[in-house]
């Protein structure tokens, strides 16, 4: 019964970005493999519960799903962004928007304050998980694209 207690968020995460690529008229594999990062990101944030932040569960899962969308993206050359929105729509941290601005209303100022750092908490991490994940890859094509140009400017041996 465990396995499914993994399962089942994963299955309702990877149909929650399947409507969403069929409301943006994504078609093609595209349907299929944006929606499979989603399910991605979910199973590391449900197996990353040991660290006891939520906050860093986040973080990790996205950049599980902002490591996906760069491969896949070059596997189909195509925008990581495709992927990468897609595969983050289940974290987006949209209950916690509506129930700060929900506090907010209600005037009580401690709780919306304490919920409002947490929403931040989390749409922060899941910014930091893209740009980490994003500037390293540039970096490693950067780093790549110098020994390729080293390599073409040695004299090649037996020649004069």
């Known amino acids: 019964m465990a396995w499914l207690d993994f399962a089942l968020p994963c299955l309702y995460s990877f149909l ?9 008229d994504l078609r093609g594999k595209v ?13 590391v944030y449900l197996c990353t519960a040991f660290t006891g932040n939520d906050i860093a569960q986040y ?27 897609v595969a983050l729509i289940p974290m987006v941290p949209g209950g916690g928007i509506y ?17 409002g750092a947490h929403t931040f908490g989390i749409a922060g991490a899941l910014a930091l998980g893209i740009l980490l994940v994003s500037a390293f890859t540039k970096l ?9 140009r ?11």
């Open 150 to 160: 080293e390599e073409e400017r040695r004299p090649k041996e037996g020649a004069k």
């Open 140 to 148: 490693l094509h950067s780093f790549r694209l110098r020994l390729r």
């Open 99 to 115: 129930y700060t601005m929900e506090q907010c209303i209600l005037g009580n100022m401690e709780e919306f304050a304490r919920m």
């Open 59 to 85: 973080f990790l899962a996205t950049v599980a799903v902002a490591v996906y969308a760069e491969i896949m993206a070059r596997l189909d050359k195509a925008p990581v962004t495709v992927y990468l929105i």
């Open 16 to 24: 929650a970005c399947v409507g969403f690529c069929i409301v943006y």
């Open 31 to 43: 349907l299929v493999l944006a929606p499979l990062g989603g399910s991605i990101g979910w199973l």
